[in-house]
């Protein structure tokens, strides 16, 4: 190989690496809104602790469901006004979902979440 051939094969290389770095820096930046939550989850516990284990978030394709506790099962619902839409469960456990919501319509949603001591939690989100 010429010292010529060298020398143009290391600018490609350069090239190549300089539009994988711009690549990263076009890409959408996809964020996560919070699903403000009312109710009590207490996991039938008696702690002192007001935290909430449950975060719930989404974006345009997913609903998010985390949760820092694996001690109870949780039965979620979509609803579309009072109609189940959607209806799955977090089983413990198991501390992260993620649900599609490609089958939804635009629109507003509601979300409950329960467990097996009577603990709820529900909000509503934006599709």
Not at 35 to 50: A, I, P, Y
Not at 89 to 104: H, K, M, S
């Amino acid at each position: 190989m010429t010292k010529h051939e060298k020398k143009r094969k290391s600018h490609l290389w350069l090239w190549m690496i300089c539009l994988l770095a711009c690549s990263f820096m076009w890409a959408p930046n996809v964020m996560a809104d919070d699903v403000e939550t009312d109710g009590k989850w207490k996991e039938g516990g008696r702690s002192l602790s007001q935290d909430c284990p449950i975060r719930v978030t989404y974006d345009e394709a997913f609903l998010y469901i985390e949760t820092t506790s694996a001690r109870s099962d949780i039965q979620i619902r979509i609803l579309d006004g009072v109609t189940v839409v959607y209806e799955t469960t977090l089983y413990a456990p198991d501390t992260f979902i993620a649900i599609p919501l490609e089958q939804l319509e635009d629109g507003t949603y509601g979300l409950e979440l329960t467990n097996q001591w009577g603990d709820y939690l529900y909000g509503e989100f934006e599709k």
